[in-house]
């Protein structure tokens, strides 16, 4: 069973910090990529940054120059460093593993960004 379970979530001042991390186990060879989605309330869930298995980096708009995505293969943890995080962050974050081009989805962490 593939399990990705997510931590470091919280409340935070606006351009305050926050490091998410998401560990993966189970069946999840090859790992084709693996990201961060987040879901703000009364909008879809969206892309946030994605790392893939040749180490290539992709971030929305939105967030690039702020959060830095990362991993590490032996543990198979993913990070997402966020930075000068504004009240636009508050959302719910997701981690992504695409494992033999299969989706896996954690729970969600909560992200909330006071003014």
């Known amino acids: 069973q593939v399990r990705l379970v997510e931590s470091g979530g919280g409340l935070v001042q606006a351009g305050g910090s926050l490091r998410l991390s998401c560990a993966a186990s189970g069946r999840i060879f090859p790992i084709n990529s693996m990201g961060w989605y987040r879901q703000a309330p009364g909008k879809q869930r969206g892309l946030v940054a994605t790392?893939?298995?040749?180490?290539?980096?992709n971030y929305a708009g939105s967030v690039k120059g702020r959060f830095t995505i990362s991993r590490v293969n032996a543990n198979k943890t993913l990070y997402l460093q966020m930075n000068s995080l504004k009240p636009e962050d508050t959302a719910i974050y997701y981690c992504?593993?695409?494992?033999?081009?299969?989706?896996?989805w954690g729970q969600g962490t909560q992200v909330t960004v006071s003014s």
């Open positions: 790392i893939t298995s040749g180490n290539s980096t």
């Open positions: 992504n593993v695409v494992s033999n081009w299969v989706h896996y």
